[in-house]
């Protein structure tokens, strides 16, 4: 199939792309800078230079490739200050609303057979009941402040994706990235904070984690475009965790020292209602849907073999 991966340079794009390739598929993948060109062809794809958030050049693009599949895989985000939350992922939800219908629209023009995104299920879900969630379950109906606008561009493209009746739409909510690329990494932003013991854990420390290695959640993409269904799939590993069982570990991993330990009041102090949320509130999510339907099994299991590889 010709396949159009919109942000195909991102930290999964770099695994999705050769996998794409090697299961024969002809690959087209966009980059905003003319400096990626090249890295796009070493992955084995056609690049395509463009601004996804300016519409005339999506419907150009997309009408002269003309795909069978559009994959949607467009953020933007540099570091995240979890007191300005939304603030930080401001180009991001851009692209996951405008940009989402720029891709529908020119999408549908051309008839594309499925349409697959990246969505997110690290903290989006409703903060009661159970520590584990599945894709039928509610997602936050009152979100901390400063991530209101990141929720509502992640339930505008689930929405618009889903309810698009001319092609089967895929969203997939992956799991907190680590492994090549990311932030949770050898040198890593995420890494070197918690060397460095800038990453403590806050109060209890019992908002439940999931994770997903970036070659895993790779895998899985491949799996929604063979096997996927119009709907919603979870893209997480087996273990969902508390942050007071995954961030020590990590850090032994590290050889670094334990985390510290402070209290809400002073983690709402140094990173907001957003990251006290974060570490003590969210709620981990079943990968059951996935495995079942994507015929998927992750590679890294668990967050624990993942980190010590």
């Known amino acids: 199939m010709k396949i159009f991966v919109a942000g195909a340079t991102g930290a999964i794009g770099q695994s999705l792309v050769p996998r794409l390739v090697q299961a024969g598929h002809e690959v087209f993948g966009t980059t905003r800078r003319e400096a990626k060109r090249m890295d796009l062809y070493d992955l084995g794809a056609e690049p395509v230079v463009l601004d996804a958030l300016n519409p005339e050049q999506v419907a150009t693009a997309v009408a002269e ?4 599949v559009i994959i949607h895989q467009l953020t933007s985000i540099a570091t995240v200050d979890m007191r300005r939350f939304d603030r930080s992922f401001a180009q991001t939800n851009r692209l996951r609303t405008e940009g989402t219908d720029h891709l529908l ?3 549908r023009a051309v008839g594309v057979k499925r349409f697959i995104a990246q969505s997110f299920t690290g903290w989006p879900y409703a903060r009661t009941g159970g520590a584990i969630k599945t894709e039928d ?23 618009a994706v889903t309810g698009a009746d001319w092609t089967t739409g895929i969203v997939l909510r992956y799991g907190g990235f680590y492994g090549p690329g990311t932030s949770v990494a050898e040198g890593g932003e995420q890494t070197e904070m918690v060397r460095k013991r800038r990453y403590p854990v806050v109060g209890n420390g019992a908002g439940v984690w999931s994770f997903v290695h970036i070659e895993d959640a790779a895998d899985a993409t491949v799996a929604a475009l063979e096997h996927g269904t119009r709907g919603i799939y979870n893209i997480v590993d087996d ?3 508390p ?24 983690g709402r102090f140094a990173a907001g209602e957003a990251g006290v949320v974060m570490m003590t509130e969210i709620r981990g999510a079943s990968n059951a849907k996935a ?12 967050w624990r073999q993942g980190f010590a590889r």
Do not use: C, N, Y
């Not at 490739?65 to 069978?68: E, L």
């Not at 379950?137 to 929405?159: C, F, I, N, V, Y």
């Open 65 to 68: 490739v003309r795909p069978d």
């Open 239 to 241: 273990e969902p965790a």
């Open 137 to 159: 379950d509610p997602l936050d109906s009152q979100p901390p402040k400063t991530m209101r606008e990141g929720l509502d561009a992640l339930k505008h493209l689930e929405t």
């Open 243 to 266: 942050v007071s069982e995954w961030l020590p570990e990590l850090a032994r991993q590290l050889g670094a020292k334990k985390p510290i330990r402070i209290p809400r009041f002073v």
């Open 105 to 107: 629209s020119a999408g």
């Open 291 to 302: 495995k079942r339907e994507l015929g998927w099994q992750p590679a890294h299991p668990s």
